[in-house]
């Protein structure tokens, strides 16, 4: 695939996984979230069922193998920062409204 279509690719399985997993990171961070989690689901399909699953953009495969990659990414980032962003919120006290 080229490079082009490696954007497409992950700007849309970005997209989709934002919506899977409930996070709004933007255009530009859910496309290379959708580039590096087709890059791990790739991997993970290699090396866990012996498959090449990213050979061509039209495949169903590498569509489905960017988005549940992208997932996976997005669970990780959430499970990392949302342990932290938790944690800050409870230190600043419950004193300031949130709207």
Same mark, same amino acid.
């Given at each position: 695939m080229g490079i082009i279509a490696w954007i497409v690719l992950g700007l849309v399985a970005g997209l989709i996984a934002e919506r899977v997993t409930g996070q709004r990171t933007g255009w530009v961070l859910a496309g290379i979230t959708g580039i590096v989690g087709a890059l @791990?689901?790739?991997?993970?399909?290699?090396?866990?069922?012996?498959? $090449? !699953?990213? =050979?061509?953009?039209?495949?169903? %495969?590498?569509?489905?193998?960017?988005?549940?990659?992208?997932?996976?990414? @997005?669970?990780?980032?959430?499970?990392?920062?949302?342990?932290?962003? $938790? !944690?800050? =919120?409870?230190?600043?006290?419950? %004193?300031?409204?949130r709207f």
């Amino acid at each position: 695939m080229g490079i082009i279509a490696w954007i497409v690719l992950g700007l849309v399985a970005g997209l989709i996984a934002e919506r899977v997993t409930g996070q709004r990171t933007g255009w530009v961070l859910a496309g290379i979230t959708g580039i590096v989690g087709a890059l @791990l689901g790739g991997w993970l399909a290699k090396v866990v069922f012996h498959v $090449h !699953s990213l =050979n061509n953009f039209f495949n169903l %495969s590498t569509w489905v193998t960017a988005i549940i990659g992208s997932v996976i990414l @997005l669970v990780i980032v959430q499970v990392v920062t949302g342990n932290r962003s $938790h !944690s800050q =919120n409870h230190s600043r006290g419950r %004193s300031r409204a949130r709207f």
